[in-house]
């Protein structure tokens, strides 16, 4: 993933919001996407965004996408220790192009 | 649960040896990718196939090579193995309608350990 880049740890209290940010470099890419991985796990896809859309909201989680600056993040409202993970954003051309992943940590 | 299933779930191999992995597509798609992903880094891609054919190609010596079957499952298959192979394989599938947008459906991955 030497295409996307994000910061690679994250440390949040559970409650708090956490934001995880993303940069990409392929324009063309009509999706950008956010997985999640747990312990040993494969890769689970928590959601999705557009390339034509600035913002999506699903439930606790907000994908923000600014074009301009290739910027892309995830929000997690209300942080739950459940969502202790490592989270990945990948972008999309036939092939899916993913960064290094960011841990986040939830402490009580 | 995402209907895509890899086995075997772990596996141990010697340097040198050979080995095949397995992924059952989920039900309807028809494309099947492949991604290598070391300890503490993201997925990188190996190749996809659609249709049975071989569709695209990520940065991997031809030691790493794939079959898709006409039930759209697939194997990959790596010879000559190394310490570096070491890694979990995973597997996605998608349906793919030609515009190379869709949503990819991992399984649970296999664990290679290359001693």
């Known amino acids: 993933g030497e295409d996307v880049e994000q910061s690679l740890f994250l440390s949040v209290r559970e409650g708090d919001s956490s934001v995880i940010n993303c940069t990409y470099t392929d324009s063309s890419s009509t999706y950008l996407y956010w997985y999640k991985q747990e312990p040993g796990a494969g890769l689970q896809l928590l959601t999705y965004?557009?390339?034509?859309?600035d913002m999506k909201q699903d439930q606790r989680l907000t994908v923000l996408l600014n074009k301009k600056d290739k910027h892309l993040s995830l929000r997690i409202a209300d942080t739950q220790t459940g969502d202790s993970a490592i989270y990945f954003c990948a972008e999309n051309d036939y092939k899916l192009s993913f960064g290094a992943g960011t841990t986040v940590t939830v402490r009580a | 649960e995402t209907g895509v299933t890899q086995s075997p779930t772990h596996l141990i191999k010697t340097r040198g040896q050979q080995v095949t992995l397995r992924c059952s597509s989920q039900s309807g798609h028809n494309t099947v990718s492949w991604y290598q992903q070391a300890l503490g880094q993201g997925p990188q891609f190996i190749f996809q196939?659609?249709?049975?054919?071989?569709?695209g190609r990520g940065n991997f010596p031809p030691r790493f090579s794939g079959l898709q079957f006409p039930n759209y499952s697939s194997e990959l298959n790596v010879n000559a193995l190394e310490l570096d192979d070491s890694a979990l394989y995973l597997c996605?599938?998608?349906?793919?309608?030609?515009?190379?947008?869709?949503?990819?459906?991992f399984g649970q991955g296999t664990r290679l350990t290359v001693v």
């Open positions: 996605a599938s998608s349906l793919d309608s030609g515009t190379g947008d869709t949503e990819a459906f």
């Open positions: 196939y659609y249709r049975e054919e071989e569709n």
């Open positions: 965004i557009f390339s034509n859309m």
